[in-house]
């Protein structure tokens, strides 16, 4: 028997410069991965604001996604289990989440609390699991 774990391709920018987190920057860089690549999903993300909302509550599992601060979700079908207080855009096929306007912050405490907000809400709805989350090859659901 052969299991097939979801192939994964990353691409790590670290962004140093603090004018380069303005989010209509980084959601035009999103855009444009999607354009070229074509995935089912894609985040910006916090490495330490990640930490405290997702590994300390959640086990690592590859079939389950980490949120970031800005997500792409190939699946359009995924607005319907939004929770208040995100912003969504369309970026066909898919759409893109915001946490938060502005970058959250893991020093402060409401930040952290929105995002956990986000992703509590979203894990039990199955959209954080891969296998529901992803587009045929065709790009139907």
Request: glycine content about 4%; proline content about 9%; some cysteine.
């Amino acid at each position: 028997m052969t299991t097939t774990l979801p192939l994964t391709a990353r691409v790590v920018l670290r962004l140093i410069n603090p004018a380069l987190l303005d989010p209509q920057f980084l959601k035009n860089v999103v855009r444009v991965t999607v354009d070229q690549f074509d995935p089912d999903f894609c985040k910006v993300f916090n490495t330490k604001l990640q930490d405290l909302t997702d590994d300390a509550f959640y086990p690592i599992h590859p079939k389950i996604l980490n949120l970031g601060w800005i997500n792409y979700f190939g699946n359009p079908q995924v607005r319907e289990a939004m929770p208040l207080g995100v912003e969504l855009e369309d970026c066909v096929p898919g759409v893109i989440m915001t946490t938060q306007p502005t970058v959250p912050d893991p020093a402060n405490s409401a930040d952290v609390q929105h995002a956990q907000m986000v992703v509590d809400h979203l894990r039990p709805t199955g959209w954080l699991n891969y296998d529901r989350m992803k587009r045929s090859s065709d790009g139907a659901t």
